[in-house]
């Protein structure tokens, strides 16, 4: 066998396992926060039932796991980011994930400026 063929379908094989994604793979929340303060975050599918995910420490990062079954709402999923040393809070969002899709959320030094999208594989 020719030695380019043989890493050629080496790699394809490598390729097509890489992009199988399974549909009840747990969707990865990746959360920075450039707040001052620590901040609470909590997850809902439109606006109504939140539910608490954790807190993000000041300027820290933290993940998260949504299961894939509360990951598929129409409405979309939105956060919502409570500042402790402010209690305030704020909706961010929403978003569709898709597939396997992962999450970023950024919450800002102004927590009201935080954004959430999908994408990303890790908190730098």
């Not at 704020?90 to 800002?108: D, K, Q």
């Amino acid at each position: 066998m020719n030695p380019t063929l043989a890493v050629a379908m080496l790699l394809s094989t490598g390729c097509a396992l890489a992009s199988s994604t399974n549909p009840d793979s747990p969707i990865q929340v990746f959360s920075r926060s450039h707040n001052r303060s620590d901040v609470d975050v909590y997850l809902s599918c439109g606006a109504r039932d939140a539910r608490w995910l954790g807190v993000v420490s000041q300027r820290g990062a933290e993940g998260f796991e949504i299961p894939a079954q509360e990951a598929q709402c129409v409405h979309g999923l939105n956060f919502f980011v409570m500042v402790r040393d402010q209690h305030r809070g704020y909706w961010v969002g929403p978003v569709r994930p898709r597939g396997s899709a992962n999450v970023t959320l950024v919450i800002e030094k102004y927590a009201g400026l935080s954004y959430a999208g999908l994408g990303g594989s890790a908190v730098p």
